[in-house]
C-alpha cells in the first residue's frame, strides 16, 4: 500500500490509539473481534458486549439494536467493519453501535489491510546484519557450526526468522519481533560474560540466539493476524526448539548439545511459566533472567508509547500487575 492510501484508510477508519481524539463523534471503523458476550439489564432488554481490537490496542463496544442478530452472526477473530459513536464511559473509550442495517459487517480478507492488524519492524536487514556479526564472534567450532546451519545456510528459515512475531501480544508481537527479542538477549548475555567470566560465553550467546527458534513454527500471520498454529498450540515453542536444534546437530558432541538443549528447555524458568524444566547450570539461569527481563521491557516500553501522554499514569496491566508512570 502506498503513502497516499495509508492517509487516505487511516483518515476512513481511525485505530484504536485514536479514538480519543473522536470522542462523541460518528466513525466508520474496521477492527477485529477479541471477544463478545451477549448480556441482559435488570429489565430483559438484551445487548451485545464487544471487546475490538487492532494492532494500536483494544477497546470497548456495546450494540444495544441488533444484539442477538449479531451475537449470532459474529465469530471470534471475524474482522468487521463498524459504525458507531465513541464516547466516554466509566472512564473508558467505549464505542456504541448505531443502528440500522450494515452497522456491523464481517468483512471478506480482499476488504481490509493486513498491516491495521499486524505491526513490522522496518530494520529488520539491519538487526540481522547484527545478528550474523555476533555470530562471527563465537569462537568454538561447533557451536558456530549449528548457528551457521541455522543462519547462513537454511535461507528458508532465515526468511521466516526474519519476518516471525515473538508473541501474540504480550512482547515483541510484531513482524521481525522475534529477530529483535533474540538479538537484544544475545547482545545483553554477552555482556553479563564480561562481568562474570566464569560463564561459557560462546554456550551461551549460542543458546541466546536460539532460544525461541520453535516460534518461527508456533506463530503464523494470516489475513487475521498474528496466530497460532495447530503445532504450536500442541507442542509449542519450546519443545518445537528443541527439535529443530537436534535436526541440525550433526557431529555435535553429546555434552555440548544436552547444555545447549537445556538452555532452551529451562529459558522460562519456572514450571508455572510454562518451563519444562528449571535452570540448572549457571548460564540456563543467566538466559532465563535476561530473556524475561528483555520481554518486560518491551512490553512496558508498548505500554508507556500507547498511552495517552496527557495522562499520568498508564492502565492497569494485567500481565505486569501494575501501572507505569508517564511523566
Not at 141 to 150: A, E, P, Q
Not at 217 to 224: A, M, V
Not at 279 to 286: F, G, M, R, T
Not at 292 to 314: A, C, G, L, T, Y
Request: one cysteine or more.
Amino acid at each position: 500500500m502506498n503513502n497516499f492510501k495509508e492517509v487516505l484508510e487511516k483518515l476512513r477508519f481511525p485505530y484504536v490509539e485514536e479514538l480519543k481524539n473522536y470522542i462523541d463523534r460518528e466513525i466508520d471503523g474496521v477492527f477485529k473481534v477479541k471477544s463478545k458476550r451477549l448480556q441482559e439489564t435488570k429489565d430483559g432488554k438484551k445487548f451485545l458486549l464487544l471487546t475490538l481490537e487492532d494492532r494500536t490496542g483494544s477497546v470497548r463496544a456495546v450494540d444495544w439494536y441488533n444484539a442477538e442478530n449479531n451475537d449470532q452472526l459474529l465469530q471470534l477473530g471475524n474482522i468487521v467493519s463498524v459504525k458507531g459513536k465513541v464516547v466516554y464511559f466509566e472512564d473508558k473509550v467505549q464505542i456504541n453501535l448505531s443502528n440500522g442495517q450494515n452497522t456491523l459487517k464481517v468483512l471478506s480478507e480482499n476488504e481490509y489491510d493486513i498491516e491495521r492488524f499486524v505491526d513490522s519492524l522496518k530494520n529488520t536487514e539491519e538487526l540481522f546484519k547484527s545478528l550474523l556479526r555476533l555470530i562471527d564472534t563465537v569462537h568454538d567450532d561447533d557451536y558456530k557450526s549449528i548457528l551457521n546451519r541455522f543462519f547462513v545456510e537454511d535461507k528458508s528459515f532465515v526468511e521466516m526468522f526474519k519476518g516471525a512475531p515473538a508473541g501474540m501480544r504480550i512482547h515483541h508481537a510484531y513482524k521481525g519481533g522475534l529477530l529483535e527479542h533474540s538479538l537484544n538477549v544475545a547482545k545483553l548475555v554477552d555482556n553479563v560474560c564480561k562481568i562474570y567470566s566464569q560463564l561459557d560465553r560462546d554456550l551461551l550467546v549460542t543458546g541466546a540466539i536460539l532460544h525461541d527458534v520453535g516460534k518461527v513454527r508456533e506463530y503464523t500471520i494470516s489475513q487475521k493476524g498474528i496466530e497460532v498454529t495447530t503445532e504450536g498450540e500442541l507442542l509449542g515453542h519450546i519443545i518445537m526448539g528443541v527439535e529443530m536444534l537436534i535436526q541440525k546437530s550433526r557431529g555435535i558432541p553429546y555434552d555440548k548439545l544436552l547444555k545447549l538443549r537445556h538452555l532452551i528447555a529451562s529459558h522460562h524458568g519456572e514450571f508455572e511459566w510454562g518451563s519444562p524444566v528449571l535452570p540448572k547450570i549457571p548460564e540456563a539461569l543467566v538466559l532465563h533472567f535476561i530473556e524475561n527481563m528483555d520481554s518486560k521491557i518491551n512490553r512496558v516500553f508498548q505500554i508507556i508509547d500507547k498511552e495517552d501522554k496527557e495522562r499520568e499514569w498508564s492502565e492497569y496491566d494485567s500481565n505486569l500487575s501494575r501501572r507505569f508512570l508517564l511523566k
